[in-house]
């Protein structure tokens, strides 16, 4: 019967999911944009432009799918929306599973699940074609296996190297996980290396530096101004917790943490433990590494919060089920508004960023704009819409570029306004103002939405 209840939530998930995806449009991120452009560079041939002027990390695996989602053609972008938003159901399951193994306990195991899969910043990433929702998914679904049926070496680094491809944070996980449950297995520690060997021979055949990837991620965190170190790590562990988690979660999973503890030594447990100790290793060591402090590389350890605030919610309702009720009836407005807040700002947030794509769409492919494009490359004011444009236009490093990397006098220069599109879009870290200002001898051409197209020939 369980099981029977199972598979009609999951059809249900599944079905939300893909009416969500058709009636609100969403489009990747900058990361996500890159990896289409560098995917269909694969397709034609060439090297993909991994040097280009502040292009994010390349991530092997992830450049695989979006060369297969570039088959589609200028629906590649949508389809690699909605593959992520199917990756976030399974990534909810798998939570699912993994709670229902450590907590034993179905009720507590959906709260968890439902903790986790509804994080507006989870929600986000998976709107916007995050790399890190497949991450997470096949992260949760190792750990869920492993607590669920026992040691089974092969199938949890499989999950753990292709989740390696994705992000290095896996790496750290598989080797924790050989040292805890094959250490003396060799074929053990080399499928441990696959993936960090396969991601510094990739960077090694397309840059001719096998370390590209870190230092590029290094500098760039340099060049936008992010914020980087052992000491900004330390400070932002528990605000970025709270943020990804929710602070009343995180709350509710610190109390979890406390109610499993007198069986810290079940296999299962350490499961769970080894999760949280793996992500908040890693984020330390991406502030050593001198990489970006992002909130992003917590990931990890606020959906283990989101687990065992699961079962301390539940063990509340149970304990004092008259005091719950009554704090929920009271709290219940301030809850309400809480969750129509959160949706209010996801919708809005992907409202502008639709918006935004719409525009950059509409611009590009008016006449005049068109035939602007042959006296020189389209220009934008700095990085941030920069694979967008390659995208839309297929279009090659030579043809668009960004003003705050060299300023060009010749073709088509975009620029934003509106307050927030410029702020968002036309003003960058450590880029002059000046490149959203049009100069002589642009002349403008054309204006769709929050775009305007100056051209000079």
């Known amino acids: 019967m369980r099981a029977r209840n199972e598979r009609v939530a999951l059809g249900a998930l599944v079905v939300a999911t893909l009416l969500a995806w058709a009636l609100v449009p969403a489009h990747p991120n900058y990361d996500s944009y890159y990896h289409l452009v560098w995917g269909r560079e694969l397709l ?3 090297t993909p432009t991994f040097e280009a002027y502040q292009a994010p990390t390349q991530h092997p695996l992830w450049l695989v799918v979006c060369a297969a989602a570039g088959l589609a053609g200028e629906q590649g972008d949508r389809l690699l929306v909605l593959l992520t938003a199917l990756a976030h159901v399974a990534f909810a399951w798998a939570v699912y599973r993994l709670g229902r193994a450590v907590l ?7 709260l968890g699940a439902l903790f986790a899969g509804s994080s507006f910043a989870l929600l986000l990433y998976a709107a916007r074609a995050y790399v890190d929702v497949p991450f997470l998914a096949l992260v949760l679904w190792a750990a869920a296996l492993e ?6 070496t092969p199938r949890t680094l499989g999950l753990l190297t292709a989740a390696g491809l994705l992000r290095p944070e896996a790496w750290v996980l598989s080797g924790l996980y050989v040292l805890w449950a094959a250490r003396r297995d060799l074929l053990a520690y080399v499928a441990a290396a696959i993936a960090p060997v396969t ?8 840059t001719g530096d096998p370390l590209w990837s870190l230092n590029a991620t290094s500098d760039l965190a340099d060049e936008l101004g992010r914020p980087q170190g052992l000491e900004e790590a330390v400070r932002s562990f ?18 979890g943490a406390v109610l499993l503890w007198p069986r810290r030594r ?3 447990v350490q499961v769970l433990a080894g999760l949280f100790a793996a992500g908040t290793l890693t984020f330390a060591a991406t502030g050593v590494a001198g990489l970006s402090v992002l909130p992003r590389y917590l990931t990890v350890p606020a959906v283990v919060l989101c687990v065992l605030a699961g079962a301390a919610a539940l063990a509340a309702w149970r304990a004092r089920r008259a005091v719950v009720v009554a704090v929920l009836v009271l709290a219940s407005p301030a809850v309400a508004w809480f969750a129509v807040t959160r949706l209010d700002r996801l919708d809005t947030e992907l409202t502008f960023t639709r918006a935004i794509h719409d525009d950059l769409v509409a611009v590009l492919d008016v006449p005049a704009v068109q035939r602007a494009r042959r006296c020189g490359p389209v220009t934008l004011p700095n990085y941030r819409l920069v694979p967008d444009t390659r995208w839309v236009l297929d279009a090659s490093q030579r043809e668009v570029g960004s003003r705050s990397a060299r300023e060009r006098d010749r073709g088509v220069a975009l620029f934003l306004v509106g307050e927030k599109p410029a702020r968002r879009y036309g003003r960058a870290a450590g880029a002059s103002p000046r490149t959203n200002q049009p100069r002589p001898p642009l002349r403008r051409i054309a204006r769709r939405g929050a775009l305007v197209a100056y051209a000079a020939c």
Not at 104 to 110: E, G, H, K, Q
């Open 199 to 206: 991601w510094a021979l990739v960077d090694l055949a397309v």
């Open 104 to 110: 034993r306990d179905t009720p507590a195991a959906v």
């Open 147 to 152: 607590a669920e049926r026992g040691p089974h």
């Open 238 to 255: 528990f605000s970025f917790l709270g943020g990804t988690a929710r602070e009343p979660v995180a709350v509710l999973g610190v109390a």
């Open 266 to 268: 079940e296999r299962p």
């Open 44 to 46: 034609d041939g060439l």
